[in-house]
């Protein structure tokens, strides 16, 4: 059984992982092990954990990993969402589509550590809740509001896909989202949702996101 440590941003994305992805890849042999980021220790022990703050603290845990990982993979599942700026790449993005500019970004992160061949940086695009928009209608349901579902369905129909729908403060997919449903918690209302599409429907509608499961594939595989 091959493993990879997989560094969440958040709550939510270590139970998407637990929840959705982890079965998927069990069966291929590999296991998935979400890891929270650390955004700040005090002596007493404790942490708070969930959230990226600065490049340096994304730093510290991630050479911690890579340091620990023996011949696991060692990747991450970050919103490009509010990332700071501080980050490999954010300041040297080439205009044009988001997948582009993201692809930039995990690039130039790579390249940081030293390109190491068990170092797969993935960044959200262009963050968790876009992969909710795949499925208008799950997503109204899984807020208990099927009434709220036309109304999802035309933020989607206006992007190409679900990962397009954009990082401005008060458009990003998120952001949508609270604003249809004030209820929505993310870390509850998040990956039940997504476990509702499914996995397959997910990758069909977002291709930075399949493209992740796919390079994960490989090395479960390879």
Known sequence: MKRALVLVEGLTEERFVKDLLREHFWHLQLD?????????RVKSGGSFRGGVTSFARFENDARRLLGTAGTALVTTMIDYYGLPEDFPGMGSRPPGQPLLRVAHVETALKAHFGSPLNFL???SLHEFEALLFTSPDELARALTQPLQAPSCAEIRAQFP???????????????????????????????????????DKLRSKCPHFNRWIEQLEAFAEG
């Open 32 to 40: 998935l092990a979400p890891t929270l980021l650390t955004t700040k």
């Open 121 to 123: 940086p993935c960044l």
């Open 161 to 199: 896909t679900p990962e397009d729908i954009n990082e401005r403060p008060n458009q990003a997919p998120s952001k949508r989202i609270a604003a249809l449903f004030p209820a929505y918690r993310k870390a509850l209302h998040g990956p039940t949702t997504a476990r509702r599409i499914g996995l």
